[in-house]
């Protein structure tokens, strides 16, 4: 695949340099959200135990939707990189293939 | 005792499992004619499309032990067994930002690939493979005694037979049908479990009017509102801190999650798929809430303790006690095809480790023709087929539970670390990799072993060695140091030249296969 595509120039062209840097920010970006909201949750459980037992609404307590809720936000997450992977990501890889192969 | 048939040979689970037996053979069957290259043997051709591997690694990741250990965990310490739910899916997202698709660009069929990237192939490949190995070998253990257990507790029979039967379907699967037949059987184990788990849920909403505040409210007049808030499984900050890390990160170090990346054409199917099994994964994780809270009210305490002190009978308990014992028969059969899948991915996990790193990596100096290896990779299927069963036996009636976690600690320490740095660092040395693969692992199983499970609760000393259950944050961060530290002091100049191949590969997929 790709055969007309000059390596050494790919490397050297600034949009390539400017694609690795988004990518790597979005990817340590999303990493740090994710460690947070789940180390956030097991600070909880370790440092505030009975605030997870608030309840919110009849017998259910507070801390019921945030163990659902982080499961749900971290598949949340996944569902922004991907968009932002598709969309984007994509969009600048054939760009700059098109640009250095053409 | 309550009333209940579990434990006996019910027509209806052995229908059901005969009838899964007969349709995976027949994918095996089929697969068998499509299994003869190496890229067949280890990767499916890269034939499966992103949903269908995001389905398998479901398939591959939720094993018996978190479908009726967490039910069962849920049902005994309620908001205590939630922990665990989240723990077990909170690392897919790290696949998802750091490891997939630059596994998929840089490698052809094993994690190995991509570290020895640009390294020294033999002492990297060597290296990594003792780490997949050390994982997976007590990822099988857990298993394997896990299953030879349940089967036994589940159709009444002997616990050896139960494990023969386990070892001949997955060196079938494995040998004939290679990575292909192992992707079936995971997609149709994932497909029941999600099916079965929903089917419970739903019957157990039904008994509550489709509320949830009516569940909790008879959820706490039965068990006090202690049910719901953390007790007394997470006491001390740095064991927490250490599980969660080990959790999180050795998902990102499974040997045989990382293979399946292998499966699909391109790193957009990759990173489709782990989008789609982490879907997949959370649903089915938050189904279990609803399973444990719904046997603890329904099935009761007592009732679940005295079939199985450890809870895991749970999940069946509540199924025959609302669906009868058709529905329990179906979910025995479930229950035995999470089994094999997990056994199969971890057999295939295993082999190619043995074969293509090992054989082909360091024995052949990386030369062998493709026909040799898929035999050497089909002898290495039956070995570790038979030592599955083996070790199965001898570990009959001891405390394995460890031995997951220990699985996860050595993924964490071991392959995690040095598959990051090669990936994302340019300074990254042979050397670097080897000290970082070996100080994790090593680290992780003396520590295990030093630690209140090991050394107090089964050598029966009296004070533990290393004072945490948890060794994920001393080994991971000491792996991280140590291959630092060794690539700073030796550099590599080839490997930092490689390095502009590896990104062009990595970032816009030039010359991957």
Redesign the interface.
């Known amino acids: 695949m790709d055969v007309r595509i000059n390596n050494k120039d790919l490397l050297e062209d600034p949009d390539f340099s400017r694609l690795v840097a988004r990518k790597n920010r979005i990817s340590w970006i999303l990493t740090a959200i994710q460690l947070t909201v789940y180390f956030g949750f097991i600070g909880l459980i370790a440092f505030y135990k009975p605030f997870l037992g608030t309840k919110v609404s009849g017998s259910i307590t507070i801390g019921i939707p945030i163990a659902v809720g982080t499961i749900i936000f971290s598949w949340a997450l996944t569902g922004i990189y991907i968009w932002w992977a598709n969309s984007r990501y994509d969009e600048m890889v054939q760009k700059i293939k098109d640009k250095v192969g053409g | 005792m309550p009333q209940t048939t579990i434990g006996q040979v019910h027509a209806t689970s052995i229908a059901f499992f005969v009838l899964f037996v007969l349709v995976t053979l027949a994918i095996t069957y089929w697969a068998a004619k499509r299994t003869r290259s190496t890229k067949e043997f280890y990767a499916a051709g890269r034939s499966i499309t992103g949903f269908q591997n995001g389905l398998a690694l479901a398939g591959d990741y939720m094993s018996a032990a978190s479908f009726l250990g967490i039910a069962g965990l849920v049902s005994l310490r309620g ?1 205590d067994g ?2 665990y ?2 723990g077990w ?2 690392g ?3 696949i ?3 490891i997939a ?1 630059p596994l998929r660009n840089l490698g052809k069929y094993t994690f190995s690939d991509v570290v020895a990237f640009r390294l020294k192939q033999r002492p990297i490949r060597a290296a990594a493979a003792a780490g997949s190995l050390t994982t997976v070998l007590f990822y099988l253990i857990a298993q394997m005694v896990g299953a030879g257990t349940l089967i036994k507790l589940m159709f009444g029979l002997p616990y050896e037979l139960a494990l023969a039967i386990v070892g001949s379907l997955i060196i079938a699967y494995v040998l004939f049908g290679g990575m292909l037949a192992t992707t079936w059987v995971q997609i149709i184990k994932a497909v029941m479990l999600l099916g079965g788990a929903t089917i419970l849920v739903l019957l157990i909403l039904n008994e509550f009017n489709f509320s ?2 009516e569940l ?2 008879r ?2 007049d039965l068990y006090t ?2 049910f ?3 007790g007394g499984l ?1 006491t ?2 740095v064991d ?2 250490s599980l ?1 890390l080990a959790l ?1 990160f050795g998902t990102a170090g499974l040997p045989h999650i990382l293979m399946r990346f292998y499966t699909v054409p391109d790193a ?1 199917q990759a ?2 798929s ?2 789609v099994a ?2 997949f994964i ?1 649903y089915f ?2 189904l279990t ?1 609803t399973i444990g809270f719904g046997a603890a009210i329904i099935v009761g305490h007592s009732a679940i303790t005295s079939i199985d002190a450890g809870g895991n009978m749970a999940a069946p308990l509540l199924a025959e006690a609302l669906g009868g014992t058709a529905f329990l028969g179906f979910l025995a059969a479930v229950a035995f095809a999470t089994i094999l899948a997990v056994v199969a991915g971890l057999t295939l996990a295993g082999a190619s480790a043995l074969s293509h790193d090992l054989y082909v990596g360091v024995f052949r100096r990386g030369v062998s023709a493709e026909r040799e290896e898929v035999k050497v990779a089909r002898i290495a299927t039956v070995c570790l087929g038979i030592a599955a069963i083996l070790l199965g036996i001898v570990f009959k009636g001891q405390n394995v539970a460890f031995m997951v976690g220990l699985a996860f600690a050595v993924a964490a320490s071991a392959n995690f670390p040095a598959l990051l740095m090669s990936i ?1 660092w340019k300074k990254f040395t042979t050397k670097g990799a080897v000290a970082s693969i070996c100080s994790g692992m090593i680290l992780s199983v003396v520590l295990i072993v030093l630690s209140p499970t090991v050394w107090v609760d089964i050598f029966g000393m009296e004070a533990a060695i290393f004072p945490y259950k948890n060794p994920g944050l001393f080994s991971m961060s000491t792996a991280f140091f140590v291959g630092i530290a060794v690539s700073l002091i030796w550099p590599e100049k080839e490997a930092e030249e490689k390095y ?2 590896l ?2 590969r990595q ?4 010359g991957a296969e």
């Open positions: 908001y939630l922990i739910s989240v899916l909170v897919w997202p790290i998802m930002f750091l698709e949830y505040s909790f409210s959820a706490e509102s202690k719901m808030q953390p997470i001390d900050p927490a801190f969660g999180m957009k990173r489709k782990v989008f982490t879907g959370g994780y938050i809430v994302m502009a191949d990104k062009l970032y816009a997929g030039v």
